[in-house]
C-alpha cells in the first residue's frame, strides 16, 4: 500500500516536472528502467546472449518452416520441366471461380479492366503505360503456365503479382481468366437453342 503511495506521488512530481522545462537537453530521469536497460536484440548489433554473439539464430539442420516448403512443382511454379504446363493442375470449380473473379478485379482490373479488354483505371489516368488486351488470340492461346508465370514475376512493363497472390491463387485468376476469354469470343451456338431467336448477336467484343 505505501510503495503504491510513494509511486503515484513520484509520477505526480514527474508530470509537474516535465510541463515546465523549455527544450529538454538531457535524457528523462528513469524511475524504474528495467526493460530500457534489459539484455534484449538489437538490430544488426551483436549480442553478449550467445557465445557466438549472433542475434540471428541457425535453425537446426533439417528444419522446415511451415507453410514454406514450396518444391518445385507444376503447382508451385507453372512448369513441367522445362515448358509451360498447357492446362492448370488445378480443377475448375466454382468456388475457385468466385475467388479468381475477386482477385482478378481487385490486382488485374486496375489495368486490364474488369472485361480484360486493358482499358482499366491505370491507362486511362497515364496512357504512355498500356496493358495488353487479354481477349486477343495471342493471349487465349498462351500456355495456363506461361499466364500463371506472368502473374508471378510480371513481363516486361507488367509488375509482378506473386507476393500478393499465393499459387492457389494464380491458378484461381488464370481460371477466371479463362472464363472471360470464353465470354468474349462466344457465339451464338453458346446460347441454348430454344432462346437463339431471343437474343441479338452482334460478334465477338475484341
Ligand atoms: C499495373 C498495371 C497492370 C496490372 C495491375 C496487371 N497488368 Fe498485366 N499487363 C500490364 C501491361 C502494361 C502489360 C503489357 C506488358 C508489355 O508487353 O510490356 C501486361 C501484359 C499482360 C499479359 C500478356 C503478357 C505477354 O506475354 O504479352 C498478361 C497475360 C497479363 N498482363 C495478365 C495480367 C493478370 C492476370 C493480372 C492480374 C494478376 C495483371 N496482368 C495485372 C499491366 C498490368
Not at 503511495?5 to 522545462?21: D, E, N, P, T
Not at 508451385?76 to 478485379?105: C, I, Q
Not at 513481363?155 to 497472390?165: D, E, H, I, K, L
Not at 484461381?172 to 446460347?191: E, F, K, P, S
Amino acid at each position: 500500500m505505501i510503495a503504491t503511495h510513494y509511486k503515484l506521488i513520484a509520477i505526480a512530481a514527474m508530470l509537474g516536472l516535465a510541463g515546465c522545462s523549455g527544450i529538454q537537453r538531457d535524457p528523462p530521469l528513469q524511475v524504474w528502467p528495467d526493460m530500457r536497460y534489459q539484455k534484449k536484440f538489437k538490430p544488426q548489433r551483436s549480442t553478449d546472449l550467445f557465445a557466438d554473439q549472433r542475434e540471428s539464430r541457425r535453425p537446426p539442420e533439417g528444419v522446415i518452416a511451415r507453410g514454406h516448403m514450396n518444391e518445385e512443382n507444376p503447382f508451385n511454379t507453372g512448369m513441367d520441366g522445362k515448358l509451360y504446363v498447357g492446362k492448370s493442375p488445378v480443377k475448375v470449380t466454382e468456388a475457385v471461380l468466385t475467388e479468381g473473379h475477386w482477385r482478378f478485379n481487385t490486382y488485374c482490373s486496375p489495368c486490364h479492366d474488369e472485361t480484360g479488354l486493358g482499358k482499366g483505371m491505370v491507362p486511362k489516368r497515364w496512357p504512355a503505360w498500356q496493358p495488353q488486351n487479354l481477349m486477343e488470340d495471342r493471349i487465349v492461346e498462351m500456355a495456363d503456365g506461361d499466364i500463371f508465370n506472368v502473374i508471378t514475376y510480371g513481363r516486361r512493363t507488367m509488375p509482378p503479382y506473386g507476393f500478393q497472390n499465393r499459387p492457389e491463387d494464380r491458378w484461381a485468376i488464370v481460371a477466371y481468366l479463362r472464363v472471360l476469354q470464353r465470354a468474349a469470343h462466344g457465339t451464338i451456338n453458346d446460347v441454348p437453342a430454344e432462346l437463339q431467336s431471343s437474343v441479338q448477336y452482334k460478334g465477338s467484343n475484341q
